[in-house]
């Protein structure tokens, strides 16, 4: 798909639970393609850079010490990661900075039933990471289909929609309009 | 005073930041719309900035709220301090010379 029609698909189930003093955002997500596939997606670093907001410095398929590099235009800044549990094709967890991410998968008929768990510091960030990780996704799904549409990441984000999405996020979590 | 507080700073996107800052306290997301920047990059310099204290945050209705906390940049100041003397004394210099004039 050119990338100028790629618009981003309806909002996706999700959920915010306390973690302690923080918050895991739950986001649900479908994917068209087997949980191996996914797996591939998910931590090979060539792969990565296709449709991930960040750049890995090895193979997150197996436990320890990472750089993941967060990439916004011409910047980039590199983060620690630790990848805590590996379990192809079904589990992954690493911590990312001070955030938490818990990638489960599971075989949904033909394809993968997807499911991020994403632990960060502060309730009013959940829609704003929801709406990001709904973009990195779609493009993910594009890319595993054969048919990209090229990494959005960063504040190019904004172009494809990304304030919308969290406006959605936002009246879904809280039932309301996030400025009314 | 650190080396620190000047690597922080020599990073353009986080003096973006701390301008919008200083005319006033902001959460990420208004900081994500006035900047035109990611969330993600806004969260992470946000993290540093409040680690080497150049900003301090409340947390407010769901919110953590961020402003400038003006100790980090006093001991800026008072690094450049000396060198402002510098200046000063230049400037007496030129004064004694136009009295001789």
């Not at chain 2, 997301?29 to 969330?39: F, I, K, N, P, T």
């Not at chain 2, 000396?82 to 210099?93: F, G, I, Q, T, V």
């Amino acid at each position: 798909m050119h990338r100028d029609s790629y618009r981003p698909g309806p909002p996706a189930e999700i959920a915010a639970e306390p973690a302690g003093d923080r918050w895991t955002l739950l986001f649900v997500r479908e994917l068209r393609h087997a949980p191996e596939k996914v797996w591939a997606a998910l931590t090979d670093p060539a792969r990565l850079r296709e449709w991930a907001p960040f750049l890995a410095d090895r193979d997150l398929g197996a436990p320890g010490a990472a750089t993941l590099t967060l990439v916004d235009g011409e910047t980039a800044v590199a983060h620690p990661a630790t990848v805590r549990r590996a379990e192809p094709p079904h589990l992954l967890e690493y911590t990312w900075g001070d955030d938490l991410l818990r990638w489960e998968l599971t075989p949904s008929g033909t394809g993968t039933r997807l499911l991020l768990r994403h632990t960060l510091g502060e309730r009013g960030m959940v829609p704003m990471v929801a709406a990001g990780w709904h973009l990195c996704l779609d493009v993910a799904d594009h890319l595993l289909a054969g048919d990209p549409v090229g990494p959005i990441r960063g504040a190019e984000a904004k172009d494809f929609g990304w304030a919308e999405l969290r406006d959605a996020y936002a009246e879904r979590l809280d039932g309301r309009p996030p400025r009314a | 005073m650190s080396v620190d507080a000047f690597a922080v700073l020599a990073e353009p996107t986080r003096r973006r930041i701390l301008d919008a800052l200083r005319r006033s306290e902001c959460s990420v997301g208004e900081l994500v719309d006035a900047l035109g920047m990611s969330q993600p990059a806004v969260s992470k310099h946000l993290k540093v900035l409040r680690e080497t204290g150049f900003v301090t945050c409340r947390t407010a209705a769901q919110h953590r709220i961020y402003r400038v906390d003006p100790r980090a940049f006093r001991a800026v100041d008072g690094w450049l301090a000396p060198y402002r003397e510098m200046w000063a004394a230049h400037l007496d210099a030129l004064e004694r010379h136009l009295d001789k004039e």
